[in-house]
């Protein structure tokens, strides 16, 4: 009777890894993607020049799917927070996503897809990848995926640490970051790098100007906020009024003649009193001030 309980134990940990072994399989093979219509990404401009730059806050999104260049893809727009695709915004380049890999279009004779990320690599893989600039005229080089771990503010993504430079050779040669070019580029899995989208082969080890991803949401879904993000998205620019935001809370304040309602991102309506409301969840409210909504981020 002990054997059997035995032999039973020992098969039902033998199924239970293989189940474990078999969902990270898939995980895999199946990474997530966020490159999808009613996607917005909010990056900012870093500095560590003397005096340093105040920082400059951009906006990049995805539009409706297009075929194009023989493939359906999406036009990825970029501009001001206040942009929109009606006004103000700029066609940067088009992206597709594919089995884990999202790929921009060049403006090449004839146009080219470029590989711009790779979600599907694991510490050992190799991939060559073309940076995408303004111009969408790029370099490349080759990254090694060196680590994959979860990111420490939300474990649900997992961020993935690259070496790069031009040659793979020189990453086996230098031995430690910063010898012959090598540097570490990292990304959010789905996400893209941590400079923003555009930026898929920054690494924040650059001197003087940078760039740092602040938060992507996908229609009124947060998927992702830097820890230390708590600004305004689409800063309510009605004359003399102004949005604050704390942790938990918002205060609307300017004019005691404007009509302002607070909702939640599921359209519930919050309760708040003479324009500060409290005790708020975290995550993205919409504020309505005269008839225009404004949406924002509360920590």
């Known amino acids: 009777m002990k054997k059997l309980i035995l032999k039973l134990t020992l098969i039902v940990a033998i199924a239970a890894q293989f189940g474990v072994c078999h969902s990270a399989m898939a995980a895999a093979d199946n990474p997530v993607n966020y490159f999808v219509e009613g996607a917005s990404w909010i990056s900012h401009s870093t500095s560590s020049s003397y005096p340093v730059s105040p920082k400059w806050f951009s906006k990049a999104w995805t539009g409706e799917a297009v075929e194009i260049a023989g493939y359906e893809a999406l036009p990825l727009l970029t501009g001001g927070l206040s942009a929109s695709a009606d006004d103000g915004s700029c066609l940067s380049t088009y992206v597709r996503h594919e089995n884990g890999k999202v790929y921009f279009l060049s403006e090449d004779e004839p ?14 893989d190799e991939a060559d990848i073309e940076e995408y600039s303004n111009s969408a005229l790029g370099y490349g080089g080759r990254v090694r995926c060196m ?3 979860p990111l420490p503010s939300n474990p649900d993504l997992q961020v993935m640490e690259l070496a790069f430079c031009k040659e793979l050779k020189d990453i086996e040669e230098a031995g430690k970051e910063g010898e012959r070019g090598y540097s570490i580029i990292r990304w959010i899995a789905g996400v893209g790098n941590i400079g923003g989208p555009l930026q898929n ?9 940078g760039y740092l991803l602040d938060e992507l949401t996908v229609g009124e879904n947060l998927i992702y906020r830097h820890p230390e993000y ?24 300017g004019s005691e003649e404007a009509a302002v309602s607070v909702y939640r991102a599921d359209g519930v309506k919050c309760n708040g009193r003479q324009g500060r409301y409290s005790g708020l969840e975290p995550g993205i409210y919409i504020v309505n001030i005269n008839g225009e909504s404004r949406r924002i981020m509360v920590p």
């Open 111 to 124: 146009q080219e897809w470029k590989l711009m990320y790779d979600f599907t690599l694991r510490p050992g």
């Open 201 to 209: 082969l920054y690494n924040n080890g650059i001197a003087g100007y």
């Open 147 to 149: 680590d994959v771990y």
């Open 230 to 253: 708590a600004a305004v998205y689409k800063v309510a620019d009605t004359e003399k009024m102004e949005i604050r935001v704390t942790k938990g809370e918002i205060a609307v304040s």
